[in-house]
């Protein structure tokens, strides 16, 4: 991420501010821009660490519009939009790709759950469908065509880079008039008589009526600062890098095996990009990188992809999803609050939507009504036996 981002980050607190963002991942970015871009320039965000050091802080992020659920879609759909634009508007390279997203299905069962979702998606204008073997094989040619039934293919869908993503984000914010402060973690919430009255932070206290939760793995404690349950839980996920590979590896799509949850993708500098949802991850706060699960992508790629059993790694990344149970976002305002509002919970959808995201909670702040209802996505859903309406997330990549 560019310096002069976070040239501000030792700069003292102002006293007070219409809003507070907590979290300077790309959710609290991107919602800093929206605000700040709206005109509400007194807004601050504070994060603990750097921006972009936890959740976002993944190499390369996947974007796509393939969720089983037309709410999930439709933010897939509104962001790739915005991803598209990222050069004009807020003004940065992100380096997106347009490679596509190919999920290999391995039998009758994973194939007809994804025809469903082909289906619900093209009504909703995404241009995914329903791939065979060899057409599979010939957009992927590390995959062995014989191990699958189908594929379902999008080719809209790609990868961009998340720290410039939130670099954009923040240095378009700041010169918008918005404060943001590294190094500086929240204590406390501060709230009498119903309302928000100020946040506490190792840096000093800010007054403010609004409080805004973007804290990513972190966002349970902040909740419950103000008096809120987001169900939040942090999980590390890993991937693996192989280093410029010689040949260079061919253009690929961002590749998934639905069952085993073994990825792959390029790199954009020659090499490859190795992932696998490692069903032993016990849920909590680590974020050392390890090689263990790397036995569990042997073995699923000597099944789909066997050129890749044995591709040689150097090195890796560690960082943490923020998981929820339905593996959906958290979306909404605390009612009765005084004005606490939440984007979080997105079980390693958040950079993929975070600029509809971002403009959503703009709205919700503002009293307009946003381009897509998220009132399915409150925290308060888990809190009886009624269903959200909001289908689970089978998928976590």
């Given at each position: 991420?560019?310096?002069?981002?976070?040239?501000?980050?030792?700069?003292?607190?102002?006293?007070?501010?219409?809003?507070?963002?907590?979290?300077?991942?790309?959710?609290?970015?991107?919602?800093?821009?929206?605000?700040?871009?709206?005109?509400?320039?007194?807004?601050?965000?504070?994060?603990?660490?750097?921006?972009?050091?936890?959740?976002?802080?993944?190499?390369?992020?996947?974007?796509?519009?393939?969720?089983?659920?037309?709410?999930?879609?439709?933010?897939?759909?509104?962001?790739?939009?915005?991803?598209?634009?990222?050069?004009?508007?807020?003004?940065?390279?992100?380096?997106?790709?347009?490679?596509?997203?190919?999920?290999?299905?391995?039998?009758?069962?994973?194939?007809?759950?994804?025809?469903?979702?082909?289906?619900?998606?093209?009504?909703?204008?995404?241009?995914?469908?329903?791939?065979?073997?060899?057409?599979?094989?010939?957009?992927?040619?590390?995959?062995?065509p014989g191990s699958i039934v189908a594929a379902a293919w999008c080719p809209s869908d790609g990868y961009a880079l998340p720290g410039a993503a939130v670099g954009g984000y923040l240095r378009a914010a700041r010169a918008l008039g918005a404060t943001v402060r590294t190094h500086c973690a929240v204590t406390g919430v501060d709230a009498s008589g119903g309302e928000v009255r100020a946040v506490r932070t190792t840096a000093g206290t800010v007054r403010t009526g609004t409080v805004i939760c973007a804290a990513g793995a972190w966002s349970r404690e902040i909740g419950a600062m103000a008096g809120l349950d987001l169900p939040v839980t942090p999980l590390r996920r890993q991937i693996a890098l192989t280093g410029p590979l010689s040949p260079p590896p061919p253009?690929?799509?961002?590749?998934?095996?639905?069952?085993?949850?073994?990825?792959?993708?390029?790199?954009?500098?020659?090499?490859?990009?190795?992932?696998?949802?490692?069903?032993?991850?016990?849920?909590?706060?680590?974020?050392?990188?390890?090689?263990?699960?790397?036995?569990?992508?042997?073995?699923?790629?000597?099944?789909?992809?066997?050129?890749?059993?044995?591709?040689?790694?150097?090195?890796?990344?560690?960082?943490?999803?923020?998981?929820?149970?339905?593996?959906?976002?958290?979306?909404?305002?605390?009612?009765?609050?005084?004005?606490?509002?939440?984007?979080?919970?997105?079980?390693?959808?958040?950079?993929?939507?975070?600029?509809?995201?971002?403009?959503?909670?703009?709205?919700?702040?503002?009293?307009?009504?946003?381009?897509?209802?998220?009132?399915?996505?409150?925290?308060?859903?888990?809190?009886?036996?009624?269903?959200?309406?909001?289908?689970?997330?089978?998928?976590?990549?």
């Amino acid at each position: 991420m560019a310096t002069d981002a976070v040239a501000s980050g030792t700069a003292p607190l102002p006293r007070s501010a219409a809003v507070v963002i907590v979290g300077g991942g790309v959710i609290g970015a991107s919602i800093a821009f929206h605000l700040a871009e709206a005109g509400v320039t007194d807004v601050v965000l504070v994060e603990r660490d750097t921006p972009a050091s936890g959740s976002s802080g993944k190499p390369i992020g996947g974007v796509r519009a393939q969720f089983s659920d037309p709410l999930n879609i439709r933010l897939g759909q509104r962001s790739l939009e915005a991803w598209r634009a990222f050069a004009e508007r807020p003004g940065a390279d992100v380096g997106l790709r347009d490679v596509g997203y190919l999920f290999l299905l391995a039998d009758d069962e994973q194939l007809e759950t994804f025809r469903e979702g082909v289906e619900v998606q093209n009504g909703l204008g995404v241009p995914s469908r329903i791939v065979s073997p060899r057409e599979a094989h010939a957009l992927c040619p590390y995959l062995d065509p014989g191990s699958i039934v189908a594929a379902a293919w999008c080719p809209s869908d790609g990868y961009a880079l998340p720290g410039a993503a939130v670099g954009g984000y923040l240095r378009a914010a700041r010169a918008l008039g918005a404060t943001v402060r590294t190094h500086c973690a929240v204590t406390g919430v501060d709230a009498s008589g119903g309302e928000v009255r100020a946040v506490r932070t190792t840096a000093g206290t800010v007054r403010t009526g609004t409080v805004i939760c973007a804290a990513g793995a972190w966002s349970r404690e902040i909740g419950a600062m103000a008096g809120l349950d987001l169900p939040v839980t942090p999980l590390r996920r890993q991937i693996a890098l192989t280093g410029p590979l010689s040949p260079p590896p061919p253009r690929v799509p961002f590749t998934l095996d639905y069952g085993s949850t073994l990825y792959f993708h390029g790199d954009g500098a020659g090499g490859l990009v190795l992932g696998l949802s490692d069903p032993d991850e016990r849920p909590g706060f680590a974020r050392e990188y390890s090689e263990e699960w790397l036995d569990l992508f042997r073995a699923a790629a000597a099944r789909r992809a066997p050129a890749l059993a044995g591709v040689p790694v150097r090195g890796g990344w560690a960082g943490l999803y923020e998981m929820t149970p339905d593996r959906n976002a958290l979306i909404g305002e605390a009612p009765g609050s005084g004005r606490f509002l939440y984007a979080t919970g997105f079980s390693g959808h958040g950079f993929l939507q975070a600029p509809a995201v971002g403009e959503v909670v703009r709205d919700l702040y503002l009293g307009r009504t946003p381009f897509l209802d998220v009132g399915p996505l409150a925290a308060d859903r888990f809190d009886g036996p009624a269903s959200s309406g909001v289908r689970p997330e089978a998928h976590i990549i």
